[in-house]
């Protein structure tokens, strides 16, 4: 994509818990020129649709998995497209990645969790060949915070000590029933695989469900107890930005994590009925992020608060989340975004531009400096 045009936008995944507000926003964009909703169940993406597309969006059905000629391939339906914004589940990365080489089309998505993106990553020659991006995890976290760990970076003005990510999230008007704020099997995936940590410059594995201490994420959330769990920022943060220690800590509301634990045990015919019976989160979630980052004797620390976009009936949580991905897909289409190949968001993007967009979708940042007291 060569950008300064409007771009034709395909969303896999539509029927997901994030999608809406990617379509939501993109809709409302005036760099989209027609949108293209894709998921394994085409009902579900055009009630997407219909609810938050407007008169340029369409639903068709799409598997990722199908080979390239097979007629419901991803391959097959993104012809025509410009951008894929990948929201379904990590699991598809490589074969979405796949389908946009050979359509000819740039990729977006939320993240890996840390070692698919790993796999992500070699497909850069690639794409690099092709004349195409590749924008691993343009998320909320991944991606918002690659962004505010750049910022404090700069902010610094010295080398990078470390990079401790905390994220948070809770909803203020919880609807009866079982609900979680993104994909269950993702959650799961989080609190059970091994958490990878960078410590004294090299990447370790520690035990799941680690205690990240307690955190202050400021209002409206307050103090809440963390745990150490696998992210994408840790596969990329130790080039990126030289740091010899870093970490990501998420707080769920204790019940949450309570159901969470014992799911983590139950059969998986279990887990994806819970997954199908899932009730929506509210329209009055919030979401914080911060990243402290520390050298030179000083340390720098971003907050980033997510409030419910209103006037979509959208809650923080989901816009915290697809706004991101959705400015990405803006700042392709004005040629703000000019790197090829397969790159994480601190990479190709500037955070000014990218926290221009976001404080337009209900994000307010906050940025603190303190000088290190030493022993």
């Known amino acids: 994509m060569n950008g300064k045009r409007p771009v034709r936008v395909a969303v896999l995944g539509a029927g997901g818990t994030i999608a809406p507000a990617i379509v939501r926003d993109l809709a409302s964009s005036d760099e989209v020129a027609g949108l293209l909703l894709l998921d394994l169940d085409q009902a579900r993406a055009e009630h997407v649709a219909s609810l938050h597309g407007g008169p340029r969006a369409r639903a068709a059905f799409a598997d990722a998995r199908a080979s390239a000629d097979d007629p419901g391939s991803l391959a097959r339906a993104l012809e025509g497209c410009d951008v894929l914004v990948n929201s379904a589940s990590y699991r598809v990365n490589l074969d979405a990645m796949a389908a946009c080489l050979d359509a000819g089309c740039d990729y977006l998505d939320l993240g890996g969790l840390y070692w698919m993106t790993g796999r992500q990553l070699e497909l850069g020659p690639r794409f690099e060949r092709a004349g195409l991006l590749a924008l691993l995890g343009i998320g909320s976290a991944p991606g918002k915070t690659n962004l505010m760990a750049l910022q404090a970076a700069r902010e610094l003005a010295a080398p990078v000590d470390s990079i401790h990510v905390s994220a ?7 609807p009866p029933g079982f609900s979680v704020p993104y994909a269950l099997q993702t959650l799961l995936d989080e609190l059970t695989l091994r958490p990878v940590v960078l410590r004294d410059g090299q990447a370790e594995e520690i035990e799941p469900l680690s205690p990240g201490g307690l955190v202050e994420f400021g209002e409206p959330i307050g103090a809440g107890e963390t745990i150490q769990t696998l992210h994408s920022e840790l596969r990329t943060f130790g080039d990126s930005f030289g ?14 994590l309570s159901t ?3 799911l983590s045990e139950a ?3 279990e887990v994806r009925r819970l997954a199908g019976e899932a009730v929506p989160p509210s329209a009055k979630t919030v979401s914080v992020h911060l990243v402290e980052a520390s050298g030179g004797g000083r340390s720098v620390r971003v907050r980033a608060v997510t409030e419910p976009m209103e ?3 959208l809650g923080g949580g989901v816009v915290s989340t697809a706004a991101p991905a959705a400015a990405a897909v803006r700042l392709l289409a004005r040629g703000r975004i000019q790197a090829r190949g397969v790159m994480a968001p601190e990479r190709c993007i500037e955070p000014a531009e990218m926290i221009s967009e976001l404080e337009q979708r209900s994000c307010r940042f906050e940025l603190t ?7």
């Open 168 to 174: 948070s999230g809770r909803d203020l008007d919880p």
């Open 369 to 375: 400096t303190r000088e290190e007291v030493r022993a």
């Open 267 to 269: 059969p998986e015919a």
């Open 311 to 313: 006037g979509w009936g």
């Open 260 to 262: 969470l634990r014992e």
């Open 243 to 256: 740091c010899s220690e870093a970490s990501f800590r998420l707080s769920l509301s204790p019940d949450l």
